[in-house]
């Protein structure tokens, strides 16, 4: 069964800091990554997509993507108490198939 | 926002009941999708439409059904719902092509209480 994992946390910071947010997946044949915010008793909103190794820069987030070891990260900078968020990565294996989530991480920043 | 509405937002209702989601979108997108979202599972998808008339299951579609007669709408149904079906359900929609290949958007959701 292709998985995408992720440490449920909760992940906590101070504000300012740099948050750290990984996922690994299964599936060596996965094509696109997608990393969703989900603000409590909201839906979930995409904030990054990434499709090549490397670094994808978006405002405060970075998305890294590292396929050789079948990982995702994303980066928050100068994390704001408006960023605690449940974080769910996703990942698109072969072809049209749906979307595989991860169960999430939670984020809380503290001010 | 994505163009993309759920109804109702909100319902209760009692077991052995049949319900109907629905779910709407504005941006003609071809995939549709109903997800179920629990605390400590995560999003689970049930089914899904490639288009009209073209659905297929996902790993919880045990006790859901789907239809699809317009791109537009993307009706979810329990047939007869049980207490296990309580939870959040999300619609998304997502295309194929174009600069936002792939990336899924999704409704509000509605929040099924089954007592």
């Known amino acids: 069964q292709k998985e995408v994992e992720q440490n449920s946390g909760p992940l906590s910071v101070p504000e300012g800091a740099i948050a750290s947010l990984n996922c690994t997946y299964s599936?060596?044949?996965?094509?696109?990554f997608f990393w969703y915010r989900q603000y409590s008793g909201k839906s979930p909103e995409l904030i990054m997509s990434i499709y090549s190794n490397g670094d994808k820069e978006d405002g405060r987030f970075t998305a890294q993507l590292n396929k050789a070891s079948q990982y995702v990260s994303l980066l928050i900078r100068d994390s704001q108490p408006s960023d605690s968020a449940t974080y769910l990565c996703?990942?698109?294996?072969?072809?049209?198939?749906?979307?595989?989530f991860g169960k999430g991480t939670r984020l809380s920043v503290i001010a | 926002d994505a163009g993309i509405t759920q109804s109702p937002r909100h319902k209760v209702t009692e077991t052995g009941t049949p319900v109907t989601l629905r779910c709407h979108q504005t941006e003609n997108h071809r995939y549709m999708y109903w997800y179920r979202q629990d605390p400590g599972h995560g999003l689970r998808l049930i089914h899904y439409s490639y288009g009209v008339k073209d659905t297929d299951k996902g790993e919880v579609s045990d006790g859901y059904s789907v239809s699809r007669s317009k791109t537009e709408d993307f009706l979810l149904t329990l047939e007869s719902a049980t207490s296990s079906q309580t939870s959040v359900y999300f619609c998304?929609?997502?295309?194929?092509?174009?600069?936002?290949?792939?990336?899924?958007?999704f409704g509000p959701g509605t929040r099924l209480t089954v007592t």
């Open positions: 996703a990942v698109r294996n072969s072809g049209n198939t749906p979307l595989v």
């Open positions: 998304a929609i997502s295309e194929t092509s174009g600069s936002s290949a792939y990336e899924q958007y």
């Open positions: 599936d060596r044949g996965s094509q696109s």
